[in-house]
């Protein structure tokens, strides 16, 4: 027989309960105070970092500072940027699948690279890169081969976001991340010190006014057949580039196998003879010094002019031209004539004022030194004054065009954006009496004269034509010019020089046949206006004008210009 026996039930009274329940809430309690203690203390050392560690803050500000800076226009519109890349790489002694299978697979992802260049970085010695700058998609193709040979490095780079918008300006960085050319060779110490580098480095130029200078000029350059072309828009009174091109251009982030030809800014660092366009420079010194003191005299253009053995010649037909028609007519004999008048000394020292005797004066390394005359006789200041036998760069001749037409004052020129900075005080080169003089006779060129087809409607454009012959063995090549018009806009109260000038362009039906600046590069000038004027904040006005009522009984109506 079993016996069973049962364990008595526990009996707890209240007062055992309640001791139970106050014991687990003083232990939750313990617990809670040992949280908040560590809490406050992880919270107090953290704030000590941030507040006494020096070394602390210099990591959390470098965090966020780019390894180089990026270059916005003045809206902010980036124009050269810093990024994090990948790269494709891969370390042969490491590879499992087969080097002929490989080379295989990667042609079909670089059909730019042969199977035997291919194989040949698969079997090197030593770890080789297999494409630096590579696309996203292109890094997802090669992964997916599954081979641990391939890897794949993140890598700062230089970004051109506009691509070929601006080249000439921007440059370019070498391999080890420092500038070469263009802006970021010239600010290359301010675009990588950690003090500035945090901040973009904002230029003059506005990226859709430069656009229209780059469209307008690469299409005229293409119609002509020319074999290239530059152009700049500037501010008359800050110096600010507002755009400059030189074509051909070139890809800064393709610079592999491109042309370095194409590297060279023409606006800054190509010596032209500029023709024409050297005229009303050396008309405004005449005025200036008193040697013109009348606009009705007229000088005797009716046949060429004998000096030294040499003979300077008008391109057409001539008579006797006063002053606005010397200009309108455009030439060389009369302009030759006013120059001998006025004579080596003032004429020397207008051109040297215009710093014509040093590099043009801006940020940029890529500056030419200009063909100075050696022996400054009558002849030189004859045919100088008409623009032969100097030879300068397009920048010289924009920055001498914003003195003669913004009361006088000369200003280097800029490609930093000034902002709310005063502009340089400048020196002065020509009376403001000579500059309202020559805003009249700049505007007569285009509503009368060579310049017709640069007039763009309610702008107030004046400038000058100049098409010059390129010096060659021997003498001068008759059928190779530089074709160039600078131009002022609205000439009432000037803002920006527009300066478009076409090396070698064709006679064809483009341009009716015609190689001069009047046909080829008066008509870029005037599409440019139009398109780029409001975007600079000039608008067009129908009502508005230069005063020009004194000069226009002066010209000889219903004769064809030149």
């Keep these: 027989m079993n016996t069973l026996v049962v364990r008595p039930t526990r009996v707890r009274t209240a007062g055992v309960r309640q001791q139970i329940l106050l014991t687990a809430q003083q232990r939750l309690m313990i617990l809670m105070l040992l949280f908040m203690a560590a809490f406050l203390v992880v919270s107090v050392r953290l704030l000590y970092f941030a507040l006494f560690d020096p070394s602390s803050g210099r990591s959390a500000a470098t965090a966020f500072v780019p390894a180089r800076a990026d270059i916005v226009d003045r809206n902010g519109v980036p124009l050269a940027r810093t990024i994090d890349g990948y790269s494709i790489r891969v370390v042969p002694s490491k590879l499992l699948n087969d080097r002929q299978y490989l080379a295989a697979e990667l042609h079909k992802i670089f059909p730019d690279m042969t199977r035997q260049d291919l194989l040949a970085k698969l079997t090197g010695p030593r770890p080789t890169y297999i494409r630096r700058r590579a696309l996203p998609d292109q890094v997802a193709a090669v992964n997916a081969i599954g081979d641990v040979g391939f890897d794949f490095p993140r890598e700062k780079e230089r970004l051109y976001p506009q691509l070929t918008l601006a080249a000439h300006v921007l440059g370019f960085i070498n391999a080890d991340g420092h500038g070469v050319t263009g802006v970021e060779g010239a600010f290359d110490q301010r675009l990588i010190d950690e003090a500035t580098r945090g901040e973009p480095l904002a230029l003059s130029i506005d990226a859709r006014v430069q656009g229209v200078l780059e469209s307008e000029l690469s299409a005229a350059v293409t119609n002509l057949e020319a074999i290239g072309g530059a152009g700049i828009i500037l501010d008359v009174h800050t110096g600010e580039v507002a755009a400059m091109t030189s074509l051909p251009t070139y890809n800064p982030n393709k610079l592999t196998g491109s042309d370095p030809t194409t590297r060279r800014n023409a606006v800054t660092y190509n010596l032209y003879e500029l023709g024409s366009t050297f005229k009303p420079l050396s008309i405004g010194a005449a005025i200036d010094a008193g040697t013109v003191t009348s606009m009705a005299r007229r000088y005797d253009a009716t046949a060429p002019l004998p000096i030294a053995g040499f003979r300077i010649r008008d391109s057409h037909p001539g008579r006797w031209y006063n002053v606005p028609e010397t200009l309108i007519e455009s030439s060389n004999i009369a302009t030759a004539r006013i120059a001998d008048e006025l004579g080596r000394e003032k004429l020397e020292a207008l051109f040297r004022s215009l710093d014509f005797d040093k590099r043009p004066e801006i940020e940029l390394h890529e500056r030419a030194f200009p063909l100075w005359p050696k022996n400054w006789g009558r002849v030189t200041t004859m045919t100088t004054s008409y623009g032969h036998g100097i030879a300068v760069t397009p920048l010289h001749l924009a920055s001498a065009y914003a003195a003669l037409v913004n009361g006088g004052l000369y200003r280097p020129a800029t490609m930093l954006k000034l902002g709310d900075k005063p502009p340089p005080q400048g020196r002065r ?52 010019l530089v074709s160039t018009f600078a131009a002022a806009f609205p000439m009432d109260n000037p803002r920006y020089i527009v300066l478009v000038m076409i ?34 904040g000039v608008f067009p006005d129908e009502s508005r004008d230069v005063d020009v009522s004194e000069l226009l009984p002066l010209l000889r109506r219903g004769e064809e210009t030149h």
């Design 429 to 480: 080169v020509f009376k403001a009496s000579t500059s309202a003089r020559m805003r009249q006779l700049l505007r007569l060129i285009v509503s009368d004269g060579t310049g017709k087809q640069a007039d763009a409607p309610g702008f107030r454009v004046g400038g000058k034509t100049g098409s010059a012959e390129k010096p060659g063995a021997g003498g001068y090549r008759r059928h190779s």
């Design 503 to 536: 090396d070698e362009p064709k006679g064809n039906a483009y341009s009716s046949g015609q190689r001069t600046a009047g046909w080829t590069a008066a008509p870029v000038v005037r599409k440019v206006v139009t398109r780029a004027g409001p975007m600079l």
